[in-house]
C-alpha cells in the first residue's frame, strides 16, 4: 500500500505528531510518500529527523518554473477536457472577489505539480493533513487524476472549526474517501457537516507518541525551592499564555515562588513580554523560542508542573508529552481535552478564560507533592493505554486498507 501524505508545510516544528504518524505508519509497512506545499526553511528543521524528512518530501513552493510549466504541459497532453474541467471546478470553487479566484487558480497550479509528482512516485491516495490549502490541493487533484484516485482529510482543529464556509469543510468532506478526526468532539463536529450515512467514514484516530521516547524520568522535582511552571506552544492568542503569566504574578503575591518557561515562538512573542514587565515578573519567566523534540526533553525534566491555559484547542499533543513524562497537568475544559485530561485523575482541569481557576489549581499542586506524583503516574497510564503512536498508525493503516481495497 502506498499513499501520500500533503500538508502546506511539512515538516514543522509545531505539528511533529504529524511526522511521528507518518514514521510510525512506515514501520508497519505502508509506503508513505511526503509533499509539501511549501518548502520549510532550513532554519526551522530544528531536530535531525525533521531534516530527515525534509530531505525525502516534494516541495512546490518555491516554484521551479520549468518544473511547474512541464507539470501543466503533462496534464494538459494526458486530458484536455480534464485539464479544462478541473481549472473550472478551481475556479468556481474560489471564494467570491479577485483575491478569492487568484487563490483558486493558485491551488490549479500546485494541484497539477503535486499531480505529477505523485504519479511519479505511484501514489494515487492523497491524505491531506488539516482541512486548509493542502486539501484545496488534494482535491483538484483527485478531481483531475480521474476514478482510480482518491484523498482523505486529517481535521485536528480548532482552525478548521472557526470557519467551515470559507474552508469548504462540507464539499471536501462530500468529497473525500473519508475523514479522520483526533478526537470524539472532531469527529462529532464533523458529523454536523456530513450525511447521515456517511457518518462511518468518519473515523477517530488519536495522535500519539512513541513511547520509547518519553520513558518517564527519575527525577526528583520537589527538592528546588522554586516551582518550575512549563507551557510548550505557539505564542498565539488562543493558547492562553496571558493567563499563565496572569497567575504566576498571584503566585508570586500569595508567597509562592514560581517560575514560567514559555517554550515556542509566534506573534504574540513581544505582547507576552511586556505583560510579563508589567506584571514584575520578567526576571521569573524565560521564553526560550522555538525547540526542537532534540532539546525539548531537557525542559520537560526541568519542570514540576505543566499548564496550557488554551482557550481554543483540538487535543494538544503537549499534554501527551507531559503526561507521558509523569508531569501533573493544569489545563482548560475544553473540546477534545477533556478525552485525555481527566480531572482529579489525570490532570486537573479548569474554566477557560479564569486566570483566577488557573491560579488555584497551581497552587494546590505546588502544595501536594503527592496528588503531583499521582496526577503524574495515572497520566502516563492514560497515555499507554490511548495515544500509542503504533497503535493508532495500526489502525490508520487499516482504514486506508479498507478504503483503498479494489480502488485502480
Given at each position: ?98 483575491r478569492g479566484r487568484l487563490w483558486g487558480l493558485f491551488y490549479f497550479g500546485e494541484a497539477m505539480a503535486v499531480w505529477r509528482a505523485a504519479r511519479r512516485r505511484g501514489v494515487r491516495h492523497l491524505?491531506?493533513?488539516f482541512a486548509d490549502g493542502a486539501s484545496d490541493v488534494a482535491l483538484l487533484v483527485t478531481y483531475y487524476g480521474g476514478p482510480s484516485w482518491s484523498f482523505s482529510i486529517a481535521v485536528h482543529g480548532p482552525i478548521e472549526f472557526y470557519d467551515v464556509t470559507a474552508n469548504h469543510l462540507a464539499e471536501k468532506l462530500a468529497a473525500a474517501r473519508f475523514a479522520v478526526a483526533i478526537s ?225
Amino acid at each position: 500500500m502506498r499513499i501520500g501524505y500533503l500538508a502546506s508545510r511539512y515538516p514543522a516544528v509545531s505539528h511533529t505528531f504529524v511526522l511521528r504518524e507518518i514514521r510510525a505508519l512506515r514501520r508497519a509497512g505502508v509506503e508513505v510518500e511526503t509533499f509539501s506545499i511549501h518548502r520549510t526553511p532550513a532554519g526551522e528543521l530544528l531536530a535531525d529527523v525533521d531534516r530527515q524528512e525534509a530531505s525525502r518530501t516534494y516541495n512546490v513552493l518555491p516554484a521551479r518554473i520549468t518544473d511547474l510549466v512541464s507539470s501543466h504541459l503533462m496534464a494538459f497532453a494526458r486530458s484536455p477536457r480534464g485539464y479544462a474541467a478541473t481549472l473550472a471546478l478551481a475556479v468556481r470553487r474560489a471564494t467570491p472577489g479577485l483575491r478569492g479566484r487568484l487563490w483558486g487558480l493558485f491551488y490549479f497550479g500546485e494541484a497539477m505539480a503535486v499531480w505529477r509528482a505523485a504519479r511519479r512516485r505511484g501514489v494515487r491516495h492523497l491524505h491531506a493533513i488539516f482541512a486548509d490549502g493542502a486539501s484545496d490541493v488534494a482535491l483538484l487533484v483527485t478531481y483531475y487524476g480521474g476514478p482510480s484516485w482518491s484523498f482523505s482529510i486529517a481535521v485536528h482543529g480548532p482552525i478548521e472549526f472557526y470557519d467551515v464556509t470559507a474552508n469548504h469543510l462540507a464539499e471536501k468532506l462530500a468529497a473525500a474517501r473519508f475523514a479522520v478526526a483526533i478526537s470524539d468532539f472532531g469527529r462529532s463536529q464533523l458529523m454536523t457537516l456530513t450525511a447521515r450515512e456517511r457518518w462511518r467514514d468518519l473515523h477517530v484516530v488519536r495522535c500519539g507518541l512513541d513511547l520509547a521516547e518519553f520513558a518517564a524520568g527519575s527525577r526528583e522535582r520537589s527538592a528546588r525551592a522554586d516551582t518550575e511552571i512549563i507551557c510548550v506552544g505557539r505564542l498565539i492568542a488562543f493558547k492562553g499564555q496571558s493567563l499563565l503569566l496572569e497567575a504566576c504574578a498571584e503566585l508570586v503575591r500569595r508567597g509562592l515562588p514560581a517560575r514560567v518557561t514559555l517554550v515556542g515562538a509566534g506573534e504574540m512573542g513581544g505582547d507576552l513580554e511586556r505583560l510579563s514587565g508589567r506584571l514584575g515578573i520578567s526576571d521569573r519567566v524565560r521564553f526560550t523560542g522555538a525547540v526542537g523534540q532534540d532539546d525539548l526533553r531537557a525542559l520537560y525534566d526541568a519542570s514540576d508542573i505543566f499548564c496550557l491555559p488554551s482557550l481554543s484547542e483540538g487535543l494538544p499533543v503537549v499534554l501527551m508529552e507531559a503526561l507521558a513524562l509523569e508531569l501533573p497537568v493544569v489545563t482548560t475544559r475544553i473540546m477534545g481535552i477533556g478525552e485525555l485530561v481527566e480531572d482529579q485523575r489525570t490532570g486537573l482541569l479548569v474554566a477557560p478564560g479564569r486566570a483566577d481557576q488557573v491560579t488555584d489549581a497551581l497552587q494546590r499542586l505546588i502544595g501536594d507533592p503527592e496528588l503531583r506524583a499521582r496526577l503524574g503516574a495515572a497520566g502516563r497510564e492514560k497515555v499507554i493505554a490511548q495515544y500509542d503512536v503504533t497503535r493508532s498508525a495500526a489502525r490508520l493503516a487499516a482504514i486506508f486498507a479498507a478504503a483503498l481495497e479494489g480502488s485502480g
